[in-house]
T-cell receptor
Framework: DVKVTQSSRYLVKRTGEKVFLECVQD?????MFWYRQDPGLGLRLIYF???????EKGDIPEGYSVSREKKERFSLILESASTNQTSMYLC?????????????FGDGTRLSIL | KQEVTQIPAALSVPEGENLVLNCSFT??????LQWFRQDPGKGLTSLLL?????REQTSGRLNASLDKSSGRSTLYIAASQPGDSATYLC??????????FGSGTKLNVKP
């Protein structure tokens, strides 16, 4: 079974802090994704990566950056956290870009910015 | 831009009923459609994936259909159980593997 692990289930940070959310997958998947989920807005794609050191902006990249130095790890960085970034963050991975492969999700990180 | 809508937003049924969840999308140029289940405070679990060339997929008591030309998919759950209570989301992928999600249908199956 595919395992996508997010480093923290709950996280509380202060405005202006630099925040790192980590995601690791154990199935050698090429693609990795970061979403945020908000009530009434559903899941929105922040960034995705289809290879090491490659990244593509999603629908709402502003205020975020990502890093993928190793295939199994995809980090989401909030450069200067703001209260409107309080949300549930979900990481996902899939086997390869055009292979009709399902996305596999981690359990999410509920981030609160005070 | 692709928009995905799920109706109803919430559904409550007695145990044993067969039920249908609906998903519609505005752009029929999709690569595939995926149905997920999400339990409270958890991530998403993939249930079924339908490729754009397929009409339906089945897994156990679940059957998902796809009508690409009309921009619709349904998830049929047979003989519902309390353990089926969760939020069900559909997502469509475009040819660049970007996924667009609906807001989900929150299902409550009463014992």
């Amino acid at each position: 079974d595919v395992k996508v692990t997010q480093s923290s289930r709950y996280l509380v940070k202060r405005t202006g802090e630099k925040v790192f959310l980590e995601c690791v997958q154990d199935m050698d998947h090429e693609n990795m994704f970061w979403y945020r989920q908000d009530p009434g807005l559903g899941l929105r794609l922040i960034y995705f990566s289809y290879d090491v050191k490659m990244k593509e902006k999603g629908d709402i990249p502003e205020g975020y950056s990502v890093s993928r130095e190793k295939k199994e790890r995809f980090s989401l960085i909030l450069e200067s956290a703001s209260t409107n970034q309080t949300s549930m963050y979900l990481c996902a991975s899939s086997l390869y870009l055009q292979g009709n492969q399902p996305q596999h999700f981690g359990d999410g990180t509920r981030l609160s910015i005070l | 831009k692709q928009e995905v809508t799920q109706i109803p937003a919430a559904l409550s049924v007695p145990e044993g009923e067969n039920l249908v969840l609906n998903c519609s999308f505005t752009d029929s140029a999709i690569y595939n459609l995926q149905w997920f289940r999400q339990d409270p405070g958890k991530g998403l679990t993939s249930l079924l994936l339908i490729q754009s060339s397929q009409r339906e997929q089945t897994s156990g008591r679940l059957n998902a259909s796809l009508d690409k030309s009309s921009g619709r998919s349904t998830l049929y759950i047979a003989a519902s159980q309390p353990g089926d209570s969760a939020t069900y989301l559909c997502a469509v992928a475009d040819n660049f593997n970007k996924f667009y999600f609906g807001s989900g249908t929150k299902l409550n199956v009463k014992p």
